[in-house]
């Protein structure tokens, strides 16, 4: 009988993979900006050019095949509807995210900031979408970003005094990706502003109030509708001895006597017709005879008041009867308003 040799084929199917860049265990980028410094109660696009935050070179390593590094605008901390474009074409975000501790009439907060790669020599960008911006293409077997040219905005009238500060902001993530059978493999970190620091204080500025006195008049002077008279020139001035040299300030100005808004200078007479009073109104015009448009306390209001020089700002005003309609009627005139001064 003869034995057979029975010969066995092991065949082994061995399957190759690769990690992606390695993430753990290095830099997480965490931001850090110096203390924003002091603002006033009424702001408007008071920027604020900050020094260039910490860098890192690492983010993450071990990155053995070609691919590509990015940062993407995530959208959750800052809004992308609420912005509005600054100098040099930046667009400004708003930071949504609240301040500690609470207030009652918190600040408007927006940022702009820039990305590039961790190389010297890399391409700076803007960010001013939320589309991803290739920081880096190629082979590099580390990957990193820097956050650059941060700038901020602080914004808002009435608003309450204090110290605060707005913790962990995400600006966006960067992702690092390489390919693998034209496949990418990609590692995420969460980009973070951790510290956004601030004061709002008080205004020191003391304003003058000058009582205006018109002429008297005859209803027969104003035989047209709109038209004004009796116009009396007068300045206001605002000193304001702690305030930087060249201080740029806007104002806006309230009506006492209605919370309506007109662009027209427009201020109603305070004395009702059953105790005495004209139908005729108060126009308020630059000394160019602009009309100087009457509302509430808002940024929307606002017109340019000057500039600080030697402690002092103003600006010169006209008072003038003005007859919106006829016929004009017989009686007294009290207007009163209130001039709101804004840092610019």
């Given at each position: 009988?003869?034995?057979?040799?029975?010969?066995?084929?092991?065949?082994?199917?061995v399957?190759l993979?690769?990690?992606?860049?390695?993430?753990?265990?290095?830099?997480?980028p965490?931001?850090?900006?110096?203390?924003?410094?002091?603002?006033?109660?009424n702001?408007?696009?008071?920027?604020?050019?900050?020094?260039?935050?910490?860098?890192?070179?690492?983010?993450m390593?071990?990155?053995l095949?070609?691919?590509?590094?990015?940062?993407?605008?995530?959208?959750?901390?800052?809004?992308?509807?609420?912005?509005?474009?600054?100098q040099?074409?930046?667009?400004?975000?708003?930071?949504?995210?609240?301040q500690?501790?609470?207030a009652?009439?918190?600040?408007?907060?927006y940022?702009a900031?820039?990305?590039?790669?961790?190389?010297?020599?890399?391409?700076?960008?803007?960010?001013?979408?939320?589309?991803?911006?290739?920081l880096?293409e190629?082979?590099s077997s580390?990957r990193?970003?820097?956050?650059?040219?941060?700038?901020v905005?602080?914004?808002g009238?009435?608003?309450?005094?204090?110290?605060?500060?707005?913790?962990?902001?995400?600006?966006g993530?960067?992702?690092?990706?390489?390919?693998?059978?034209?496949?990418?493999?990609?590692?995420?970190?969460?980009?973070r502003?951790l510290?956004?620091?601030?004061?709002?204080?008080s205004?020191?500025?003391?304003?003058?109030?000058?009582?205006?006195?018109?002429?008297?008049?005859?209803?027969?002077?104003?035989?047209?509708?709109?038209?004004?008279?009796?116009?009396?020139?007068?300045t206001?001035?605002?000193?304001?001895?702690?305030d930087?040299?060249?201080?740029?300030?806007s104002?806006t100005?309230?009506?006492?006597?209605s919370?309506?808004s007109?662009?027209?200078?427009?201020?109603?007479?305070?004395?009702?017709?059953?105790?005495?009073?004209?139908?005729?109104?108060?126009?308020?015009?630059?000394?160019?005879?602009?009309?100087?448009?009457?509302?509430?306390?808002?940024?929307?209001?606002?017109?340019?008041?000057?500039?600080?020089?030697?402690?002092v700002?103003?600006?010169?005003?006209k008072?003038?009867y003005?007859?919106?309609s006829?016929?004009?009627?017989?009686?007294?005139?009290?207007?009163?308003?209130?001039l709101?001064?804004?840092y610019?």
């Amino acid at each position: 009988m003869k034995n057979s040799l029975l010969l066995g084929l092991w065949v082994f199917f061995v399957s190759l993979c690769t990690n992606a860049c390695n993430e753990s265990l290095l830099y997480n980028p965490n931001f850090y900006l110096s203390a924003l410094g002091d603002f006033k109660t009424n702001i408007d696009n008071q920027r604020v050019a900050t020094v260039t935050p910490d860098h890192y070179a690492e983010l993450m390593n071990l990155c053995l095949l070609p691919g590509r590094s990015v940062f993407q605008l995530s959208g959750i901390d800052l809004s992308t509807t609420e912005v509005f474009s600054g100098q040099n074409g930046r667009i400004y975000f708003r930071v949504m995210k609240a301040q500690t501790p609470a207030a009652m009439n918190p600040a408007e907060i927006y940022i702009a900031f820039s990305v590039r790669d961790n190389q010297d020599t890399a391409l700076l960008h803007p960010v001013n979408t939320t589309e991803p911006y290739i920081l880096f293409e190629g082979l590099s077997s580390i990957r990193g970003m820097r956050l650059e040219d941060v700038s901020v905005i602080v914004r808002g009238t009435n608003l309450t005094p204090g110290t605060y500060t707005v913790g962990s902001i995400e600006l966006g993530t960067f992702k690092a990706t390489e390919l693998f059978d034209l496949k990418p493999i990609t590692e995420t970190k969460t980009v973070r502003l951790l510290n956004l620091n601030y004061t709002i204080s008080s205004s020191t500025c003391v304003i003058n109030s000058p009582n205006i006195t018109l002429p008297s008049m005859r209803v027969s002077d104003f035989s047209t509708e709109n038209r004004t008279g009796g116009t009396t020139n007068f300045t206001v001035t605002a000193n304001c001895p702690h305030d930087a040299a060249s201080t740029l300030y806007s104002a806006t100005i309230t009506d006492n006597f209605s919370t309506a808004s007109n662009s027209n200078g427009q201020l109603v007479n305070g004395i009702s017709a059953e105790s005495g009073g004209s139908n005729i109104q108060v126009r308020l015009s630059d000394d160019s005879n602009n009309p100087i448009p009457i509302g509430p306390l808002s940024l929307s209001n606002k017109f340019t008041f000057g500039a600080l020089q030697n402690g002092v700002a103003s600006k010169n005003f006209k008072a003038s009867y003005y007859a919106e309609s006829l016929p004009v009627t017989v009686g007294l005139l009290k207007s009163i308003s209130m001039l709101n001064l804004i840092y610019d």
